[in-house]
């Protein structure tokens, strides 16, 4: 269709071909955009991502998405190389160090608490903020970051993910707001099904999680590839009015009380334990 000819972008987030941003990655290629994938040089020095730039003709600049020298770095080199200021910008970031070392809710650890905030949500302020200092986004840009629906509901395993995701759908909305202002950018956050990425299978009984939302959803779960198109859809000149949103893409999970499939499911359960 050729939805993103023309057009320029920064794609943050793409480990290994499970990640979303990979799929975004191929997608926007498929559709005609330029753009520069960006991670964590650590995440850079694995080597996967050099994979995707072959495949996809684009270059590597690696950043820390909470270091706003990189950051500055990094949106130079973009403008720079694709010859000119950008259309789009994926933000595909989140860590929780608590998470990782399986530290429980009621017991966070506060040093990791600020880090995982700073990576997961206010990582989106500083990019937007760096792009916003240096006037890189073009007239009717479109800036997108992936989001959660445990931002609004509890899923205890989810941890203070939960509350970075919070933040981060906030920040959607406050910066959002000024970037319409000033030149018409509209900004974003889309709440996607759990998704079996690197990310994802870090939480704490994801394979639960993950049936449980396919058994809720009555299109099934999302997948990484189903999202990639739907972030495309925003990046694209069709969508130029819609700003400030959580758009949840997750199958009609975030709107079903509960399912057939779950309940048939419970009662079984009662049956046995009766
Ligand atoms: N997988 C899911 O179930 C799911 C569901 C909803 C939303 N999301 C969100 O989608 C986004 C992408 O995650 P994913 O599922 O594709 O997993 P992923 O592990 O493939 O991607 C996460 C990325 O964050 C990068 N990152 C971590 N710290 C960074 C830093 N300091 N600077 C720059 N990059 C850094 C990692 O290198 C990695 O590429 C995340 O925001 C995640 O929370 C995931």
């Known amino acids: 269709m050729a939805l993103l000819a ?3 972008g920064v794609l943050f987030g793409a480990l290994d071909e499970h990640s979303i941003a990979w799929q975004v ?7 005609g955009a330029r753009f520069v994938l960006t991670n964590a040089p650590a995440a850079v020095r694995m080597g996967a991502i050099e994979a995707l730039a072959a495949k996809t003709g684009c270059r590597v600049v690696p950043a820390d998405a909470t270091d706003v020298g990189d950051l500055e770095n990094l ?3 973009a403008c720079n190389h694709l010859g000119g200021k950008l259309d789009f910008i994926l933000h595909s970031v989140g860590m929780s160090v608590n998470v990782r070392k399986g530290k429980h809710y009621t017991e966070l650890n506060y040093d990791w608490l600020q880090k995982g905030w700073d990576i997961s949500a206010v990582s ?3 990019l937007m903020r760096v792009a916003w200092d240096k006037a890189a986004v073009n007239d009717w840009g479109s800036i997108v970051a992936l989001t959660y629906t445990a931002a609004q509901r509890t899923f205890p395993d989810y ?3 939960a509350d970075h995701k919070a933040y981060l759908e906030s920040i959607a909305r406050s910066f959002g707001y000024h970037w319409g202002l000033r030149n018409k950018v509209r900004v974003n956050t889309v709440s996607q099904s759990p998704t079996r990425t690197t990310a994802g299978k870090g939480v704490k009984g994801f394979d639960g999680f993950i049936d449980f939302a396919e058994a809720m959803s009555p ?3 999302a997948s990484a590839r189903d999202c990639a198109h739907y972030v495309l859809t925003l990046f694209s000149d069709w969508t130029r009015k819609v700003t400030m949103q959580n758009l949840f893409h997750d199958g009609g999970f975030s709107s079903t009380g509960v399912s057939k499939a779950v309940m048939d499911r419970f009662m079984r359960g009662e049956r046995q334990t009766d």
């Open 159 to 161: 941890n203070d993910m």
């Open 219 to 221: 299109l099934g779960n």
């Open 6 to 8: 023309g057009k320029r």
């Open 124 to 126: 989106f302020h500083k």
């Open 75 to 77: 949106f130079d080199e």
């Open 25 to 31: 990655a191929e997608a926007a290629h498929a559709e």
